[in-house]
Structures are given as structure tokens and as C-alpha cells.
């Protein structure tokens, strides 16, 4: 297999240049299960191994590899060879997340991917709002953003509903689908060509796993029963994999979240609320809430049905977490200044000439 098929380009062979002579090889991971790795090479597939130089000099989570990342590789041992990952490219596109509970982290879910399918199940848990929040976080990713509206066989509804999130998150790329009965996946077909990557996202139970068996037309990975009674799932898949199809596309099975929040500041909520942040600039005033002031445009689109009250709702909520992320970030930061002054100061300290 070549590595263009892996999903290698112009890009990365720059940034991996200078490694060739130093006895390293470019390899793609394809599984990333707790601290165990595989990697896709030239020659096939092979268990890999991150040097504790990768794993305790990276300055943070960010730093070590994830599903999809290009790294450099050595093979290790005459015998019993083993291979080593020595660095992580630099990444063109990454779908990151605040890290569940409580910690102001960010989270790497998956690297160098050109499409994302986030996953929304019309099912028991069907909410707008999700639709919205996952293509916010999605935008930001570097990556093509494609909704997926999952189990459309179990209502009747299922095209109004498409069309309404279409309206609603002003995006096109929003399609109803249903793995039993394969309606819809001709949709799918422009993004599933050779040498692409695919990501699938979404709660646990939306049909993550069956969509993957149903497009590599026999079953690749274990699916489970949800929850009767809230639709939950049971969180079946554990690990991060790519599956090539046989299109040649490369399908990344993720397990499900429970909560996908916002990370990047970047401007994904611009890119899903671009008409109500026009309207906003119609305000009176440029620090208009759209509360009670006098002379707002959104309240105005509102009263005329113009505008989802609902929509502004969740805008209002997305901007709130991305104003907590950001104090929170700035706070880590001033820590961690903080700690790096007292460092030097006491270097500073250590080394002053001691004259009595
Ligand atoms: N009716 C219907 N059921 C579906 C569809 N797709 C998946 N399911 C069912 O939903 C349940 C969960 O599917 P999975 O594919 O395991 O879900 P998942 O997203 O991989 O879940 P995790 O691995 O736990 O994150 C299974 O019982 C599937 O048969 C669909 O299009 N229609
Ligand atoms: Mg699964
Ligand atoms: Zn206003």
C-alpha cells in the first residue's frame, strides 16, 4: 500500500523530510486503545510503541499521538524487531474537545481527518440543540463538518426534521440516514474516496459502529442493543480505530461521548450563528445582550418570527461556556507564568555569589 493511500501529501512529506536520513519512517496510527498503539505503514499494520521521550517530554495531553496522526517511526531489534514512535507531524486538521469533568483540558479525538460525520440519533434523545453544539465544535476542527441524523426509520418525521436542522443551523451538509434500511447513504458517497478520512462522532447508541459494518459490508466491529428505556447506549466500542473501506476510504469508529464540549476558541459559533451575529450588528448598541434593550435587531427578528427563540437560546448557552473556557484558560495561564517566574527566581537564587 502506498502511503498516499494512508492519507499522505505534499505537506507532511515536507514537514517529515530531514527525519529520512536519520533512519526513521513515516507511519499513520490506526488504533489507539489506552496506551496501546498500531500503526499502518508500507508494509501493513504492526503493534508500535511510544519512546518515553514522546510520552513524558510532551508539554501536554495535545502532544501524543492520536488516532489519524503521521508519526515517526524506527524499527528497533534484529530479532524480535519492535517498532518505536519517536514524534508526532504536525496535524492539518483535529477535532479537540474540553475534556469530560472537570479539568480545563483539551483532548485530541482524532487527527488529520478531512470529514467529520457527527452523529445525531432521531431517536428517544433527538435535540436541535446538540445538532448545533457538535457543528460548532466540529467547525473548529480544520475538518468538513457532515450532521448525520441517525435512525430514520423510527419516525415518520425524519425529512421535516432534516429540513428544520438545515434551516435552523444554517448548514446544508445535514442528512437523515438509516443503516437498517440504507436510506440516505448515497449521500455519503462523496466523502467515502481513497485516501480520505472519515471520523464518526456522537453519543453512545447513535449507530456509530453499525453505520461502519453497514458501509464496509460485513461486520468489522461489535455492536450492542441500546437502552430501552432513554435510548442510551452501553458504550460497546472502547477504542479508537481506522478501518479502510474498500473504497479506500479510512473510516475512524470512535467510542461514544457523553458530552462533546467546546475547546477551540476559534470561530465555529460565527460559522453556525452567522445570521443572528449579522443581526447583531443592527443593534443599538454594539454591547447589546438581545435582552430588553431598546432598538435590538434580534429581539425584533425574534417577535416577527424570523428567528428560533430556541436558536438564540443555545447561541446564548455556547457563548456563556466559550466565556468560561476563556477565563479558565487565562487563569491556567497566569498559573503556570506564576510558576515558571518562581522557578527562575530561585535559579536566579542559587546562582547569585554568595559574599559572606
Ligand atoms: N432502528 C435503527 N437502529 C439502529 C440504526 N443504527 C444503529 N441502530 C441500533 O442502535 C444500537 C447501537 O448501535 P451501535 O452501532 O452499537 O452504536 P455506537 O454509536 O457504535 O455506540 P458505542 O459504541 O457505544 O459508542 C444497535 O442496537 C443498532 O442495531 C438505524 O439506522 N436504525
Ligand atoms: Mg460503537
Ligand atoms: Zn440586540
Known amino acids: 500500500m502506498s502511503l498516499e493511500q494512508l492519507g499522505w501529501n505534499d505537506e507532511f512529506e515536507r514537514a517529515f523530510e530531514a527525519n529520512y536520513g536519520s533512519g526513521y519512517f513515516p507511519a499513520r496510527i490506526s488504533l489507539c486503545s489506552m496506551s496501546l498503539y498500531r500503526v499502518m505503514m508500507?508494509?501493513?499494520?504492526?503493534?508500535?510503541?511510544?519512546?518515553?521521550?514522546?510520552?513524558?517530554?510532551?508539554?501536554?495531553?495535545?502532544?501524543?499521538?492520536?488516532?489519524?496522526?503521521?508519526?515517526?517511526?524506527?524499527?528497533?531489534?534484529?530479532?524480535?524487531?519492535?517498532?518505536?514512535?519517536?514524534?508526532?507531524?504536525?496535524?492539518?486538521?483535529?477535532l479537540c474537545r474540553k475534556e469530560a469533568g472537570i479539568r480545563t483540558q483539551a483532548q485530541v479525538l482524532a487527527a488529520n481527518i478531512d470529514t467529520l460525520f457527527l452523529m445525531v440519533g432521531l431517536d428517544g434523545n433527538y435535540s436541535?440543540?446538540?445538532?448545533?453544539?457538535?457543528?460548532?465544535?466540529?467547525?473548529?476542527?480544520?475538518?468538513?463538518?457532515?450532521?448525520?441524523?441517525?435512525?430514520?426509520?423510527?419516525?415518520?418525521?425524519?425529512?421535516?426534521?432534516?429540513?428544520?436542522?438545515?434551516?435552523?443551523s444554517n448548514h446544508e451538509r445535514i442528512f437523515a440516514i438509516s443503516s437498517v434500511t440504507g436510506f440516505g447513504m448515497e449521500a455519503l458517497t462523496p466523502y467515502l474516496v481513497e485516501g480520505m478520512t472519515i471520523v464518526l462522532i456522537g453519543s453512545s447508541g447513535v449507530g456509530k459502529s453499525t453505520l461502519l459494518n453497514s458501509l464496509a459490508g460485513e461486520d468489522v466491529q461489535k455492536v450492542q442493543e441500546v437502552r430501552e428505556f432513554d435510548s442510551k447506549g452501553r458504550h460497546t466500542t472502547t477504542n479508537r480505530q481506522i478501518f479502510r473501506l474498500r473504497s479506500g476510504a479510512m473510516l475512524i469508529d470512535t467510542p461514544g461521548l457523553r458530552e462533546l464540549q467546546l475547546w477551540d476558541t476559534g470561530d465555529g459559533i460565527g460559522e453556525v450563528f452567522e445570521d443572528i451575529e449579522d443581526l447583531a450588528r443592527n443593534c443599538?448598541?454594539?454591547?447589546?445582550?438581545?435582552?430588553?434593550?431598546?432598538?435590538?435587531?434580534?429581539?425584533?427578528?425574534?417577535?416577527?418570527?424570523?428567528?428560533?427563540?430556541?436558536?438564540?437560546?443555545?447561541?446564548?448557552?455556547l457563548m456563556r461556556e466559550r466565556a468560561y473556557l476563556e477565563r479558565k484558560r487565562s487563569i491556567n495561564a497566569a498559573r503556570e507564568s506564576n510558576r515558571r517566574w518562581k522557578q527562575i527566581s530561585k535559579e536566579i537564587r542559587r546562582r547569585e555569589p554568595k559574599w559572606k
Open 128 to 168: 436541535l440543540n446538540r445538532v448545533e453544539r457538535y457543528l460548532t465544535v466540529g467547525w473548529n476542527s480544520g475538518a468538513n463538518p457532515v450532521v448525520l441524523l441517525t435512525k430514520s426509520d423510527l419516525r415518520d418525521d425524519f425529512l421535516e426534521l432534516e429540513k428544520e436542522a438545515r434551516l435552523r
Open 284 to 317: 443599538r448598541y454594539t454591547d447589546c445582550q438581545h435582552q430588553q434593550e431598546p432598538g435590538c435587531a434580534v429581539r425584533e427578528a425574534i417577535e416577527s418570527g424570523q428567528l428560533d427563540e430556541g436558536r438564540i437560546e443555545n447561541y446564548r448557552k
Open 42 to 94: 508500507q508494509d501493513g499494520e504492526f503493534p508500535a510503541v511510544p519512546t518515553g521521550k514522546l510520552l513524558y517530554g510532551a508539554k501536554d495531553q495535545t502532544g501524543l499521538p492520536v488516532v489519524g496522526d503521521w508519526v515517526a517511526t524506527q524499527i528497533v531489534g534484529e530479532r524480535d524487531p519492535t517498532i518505536t514512535i519517536h514524534g508526532v507531524l504536525p496535524r492539518k486538521s483535529a
